[in-house]
């Protein structure tokens, strides 16, 4: 039997979609007038399963700001202002077959990072796209007991400058690596994390790493990147994520602080849109008590790209553009 829940009058079911994350919520129209006790059950469910799906919504960017603030204060990104008509919206829009297609929670620049982010499908992909996302909690717990005694001693240091959503060069849009360069690292953040950190409502110890990260403090460059691959080989794990594949109108709600997610580039040149709402979340704290500190708070980016970067187009080979 699923997990459920009477809501005016209709049963609401919980089904989980994999082994370690992840379950959809069928049965429950999203809407901002949704009661304390319904929200407190969608959240339940969020914080034990990490990420949640609802198929078939119908909210608009003000809905969905409105939904995201039953579930606490919204919080803006730093840098990307919303789209006109909204306060709180983050957009994404997909040309050229770029997405984020590598593993990050979202704005672990900052110190006080989302508690969760709220994204809603506003134009899929007809094929691929699908987003995955990982639990962190678990990659913890599956790590041989040396391996957590090493993370729990370490800090690292997350930026949004020098942070690249794209892996894959036949990927890029130029323009989008200009917006990235110019617009979300204008100004720049620097926050240093516990690599362990415990989660404020679970107790539960996660690993908090993924491509904001610049490098694990105390060490040279070299020997982070080797560890931070071994960390997150636990987090990325097929058996450790769940994929969805975006239909119009989708909503997934995902608790930040125990997750990474990334987007899957394979939609060739289609366009792909999503809007995103954070919620504000803590300071997170170490195992020892030890809270993360924002060591950089937005001063200029100095390197802010000029008409050189054309240069780098014109070297493009031609079957990519
Ligand atoms: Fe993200």
Redesign the pocket.
Known sequence: MPDSILHDGKRVTLHRIAGNIGAEIRGLTLSPRLDAEIIQWVWKNVLKYKVVFFREQSLDSLAQEELGKLFGPLVPHPTVTSPKGTNHIFE?KAKNGRA?NTW???MTFMASFPKA?I?RCVKPTPYGGATLWANTANAYRTLPVPLQELAEKLWAIHTNHDYDHTDLIAERDWDFVRWQQNIFASKIFEARHPIVHVHPETGEKCLLLANFIKRISDLNLPDSNTILELFQSYISRPENTVTWYWQAGDIAIWDNRSTQ???TADFGYQERELQ?VTLRGDVPVSIRGEHSVQITDGRNNPTILNEGIYSWEQKIPEYIK
Do not use: Q
């Open positions: 994404l984020a990050h929670a979202d982010s994204l997610h990334r987007a995103r």
